[in-house]
């Protein structure tokens, strides 16, 4: 069953008095399954990062429209959409956007604040999230006071905490070092085979290959995919290498 469709979205930006316009998304169509992880990927200026943001509900198309479970989050109103993006949405960030002067604790329970849950329901929420983790016994602490894949696993458990439909993040292993890095990409393959759907923008051959499907952008199109299939993380590694190496030499070719 589809978590995410995406029909015909064009995103078209005009320069401030109306001179020049830039297509930054051209036609872009794809559907996400429920359970999917899917990674996309594509050289910078591609459009992938105003695919996510227009995913995010963070900005509107042009024209087209995004389903997340049938409903179109392009024709929500601003008043409704910051509800909406709690309430069906998880993020996590490169720069982790924890608030310093919050315990990692009270930053993960942010959104269900919000929500205006129960404390002892959030406990409730809390307790096994952590735990899967691994932080349970850091909470207390604040950001400044931890390492950056900590920061990054509190990033996550406030992402899973509101049972989020689909979990978008943006380059997750951007700041952090491979050690780090490869402990979170097993947390989010971990995270998916119990079932959550993600979906991944990275410049990371290596985050990419753990996904189980990675679409390539290019020149605002869908211009590729692979799907990892009975293939191992090696294998998925050199598969995407091979194809980001011809979408360059496509582009070399046209200019």
Do not use: C, W
């Not at 995010?56 to 198309?61: G, R």
């Not at 931890?146 to 996550?156: D, E, H, I, L, T």
């Amino acid at each position: 069953m589809s978590i995410l469709q995406v029909n015909n979205l064009k995103k078209i930006y005009t320069t401030r008095f109306g001179s020049n316009q830039v297509q930054a998304l051209v036609n872009i169509n794809f559907n996400v399954e429920e359970g999917e992880y899917v990674a996309i990927m594509g050289e910078s200026g591609s459009g992938k990062t105003t695919l996510l943001n227009i995913l995010a509900a963070l900005d509107k198309p042009t024209s087209g429209s995004v389903l997340l479970q049938g409903k179109d989050i392009v024709g929500i109103n601003d008043k409704e959409i910051s509800v909406f993006r709690r309430e069906n949405l998880g993020f996590v960030f490169q720069d982790f956007n924890l608030l310093d002067n919050f315990s990692l604790k009270d930053n993960i329970f942010l959104p269900l604040v919000l929500q205006n849950l129960p404390h002892n329901k959030m406990e409730q929420r809390l307790k096994p999230i952590v735990a899967k983790l691994g932080i349970s016994e850091i909470l207390n602490k604040y950001p400044y006071e931890v390492s950056g894949g900590q920061k990054q696993r509190a990033a996550v458990a406030r992402a899973l905490i509101t049972g989020p439909k689909l979990i978008l993040a943006d380059e997750p292993t951007g700041a952090l070092d491979s050690k780090a890095a490869d402990s979170l990409l097993r947390l989010f393959g971990s995270i998916n085979d119990d079932g959550q759907t993600i979906l991944m923008v990275t410049h990371s051959i290596k985050a990419a290959s753990n996904a189980k499907r990675v679409l390539f952008i290019k020149d605002g199109e869908v211009f590729h995919q692979i799907y990892s299939g009975d293939a191992g993380k090696d294998e998925m590694y050199t598969k995407i290498s091979d194809t980001l190496a011809m979408l360059q030499a496509g582009g070399e070719n046209n200019e």
